[in-house]
Every structure is written in C-alpha cells, then in structure tokens.
C-alpha cells in the first residue's frame, strides 16, 4: 500500500497560481497512476487529472485543460499539481489518490483545501 501526503493548499486570489504536491511512499512505484481530484462543498467529487509515473503521461479533465500540469519528481516520489489562472470555483478540497495501473485508485490522501478569493 501506498501512503499519500497532500501539501500545499491555501489561499490565492483569482488569477493566481497554486501548486499542490504529493508525496507518496510505501512501495515501488513504477506501475502506478496518481490522480488528482477535488470536492467542492455541495458538490460530487471531481477528476482533475493524472499521471502515469511510469510512462510519464498525463491526462486532464476537460475543465482542466489549459490551466492545470500535473508532474512528478522521482528522487522525491512526488506528483505536483500546478494551477494556474485560479478561479473562485476551482475553491474545494483537493485529493490525491493513487493505484497500479488499469486497477483503479485504492490509496487516497487526505485532501488539502485550496480556497480562492475574487
């Protein structure tokens, strides 16, 4: 099992720029995907994007695209998440989750809040 740490969440204005980590550790990791997802309150939790940390590749949700990277730091077995352009509706608690690849997401953190002002 995977052991998930989110950091990074706080307060930005609208317009700027946050980015999130995650910190994983527990096993090898060379078949795994972390996904970024985030739960605004009210609403169902959201997909945001993920990233293959074997191959590299990256995925976003549409509403995504454009204003968020997702990457990953090997010596530190970390995944980032960078946003950009921040709008008051991108406020939610945001998660990582992880798992091996083609199996679903088994290890989640636990959520970082991420509020930002207009």
């Known amino acids: 099992q995977v052991q998930l740490v989110e950091s990074g969440g706080g307060l930005a204005q609208a317009g700027g720029s946050l980015r999130l980590s995650c910190a994983a550790s527990g096993r090898t990791l060379s078949t795994y995907v972390v996904g970024w997802f985030r739960q605004a309150p009210g609403k169902e939790r959201e997909f945001v994007g993920r990233i293959d940390w074997g191959a590299g590749t990256t995925s976003y949700a549409d509403s995504a695209k454009g204003r968020v990277t997702i990457s990953r730091d090997g010596a530190k077995n970390t995944v980032y998440l960078q946003m950009n352009s921040l709008k008051p509706e991108d406020t939610a608690v945001y998660y990582c989750?992880?798992?091996?690849?083609?199996?679903?997401?088994?290890?989640w953190g636990q959520g970082t809040q991420v509020t930002v002002s207009s």
């Open positions: 989750a992880g798992g091996v690849r083609g199996r679903g997401y088994n290890d």
